[in-house]
């Protein structure tokens, strides 16, 4: 079992940024994929991006690369989503998820936070 928990959500003007991170307890934090995920209300949730347990390997949506950076500090437990530059319809409830294995399905990640919402105004 992996335990995590966002935290860093709120309320941001379009072209600011805000940090979110991902704080992970119970079984090796560091054996893990970490994928962000977000959900709009209505719309189903998206992938924004992965990282590999070593780091070595980070993939991004196209709607948020050049934008978005994810990072992770296994010695710490935790994984970070970096978000600049935001838009308005960047707005959604953001997850960290876990999983053994390389994925950008959402419906392949056993380990959930419970979410942090992001709003961005115009």
């Known amino acids: 079992q992996v335990q995590l928990v966002e935290s860093g959500g709120g309320l941001v003007q379009a072209g600011g940024s805000l940090r979110l991170s991902c704080a992970a307890s119970g079984r090796a934090f560091s054996s893990h994929v970490m994928g962000w995920f977000r959900q709009a209300p209505g719309k189903e949730r998206e992938f924004v991006g992965s990282?590999?347990?070593?780091?070595?390997?980070?993939t991004y949506a196209d709607s948020v690369k050049g934008r978005f950076t994810i990072s992770r500090d296994n010695g710490k437990n935790m994984a970070y989503l970096q978000m600049n530059s935001l838009k308005p319809e960047d707005t959604a409830v953001y997850y960290c998820?876990?999983?053994?294995?390389?994925?950008?399905?959402?419906?392949?990640?056993?380990?959930w936070g419970q979410g942090t919402q992001v709003t961005v105004s115009s």
């Open positions: 998820a876990a999983r053994g294995s390389w994925s950008m399905d959402p419906s392949q990640y056993p380990y």
């Open positions: 990282i590999s347990w070593s780091g070595g390997r980070i």
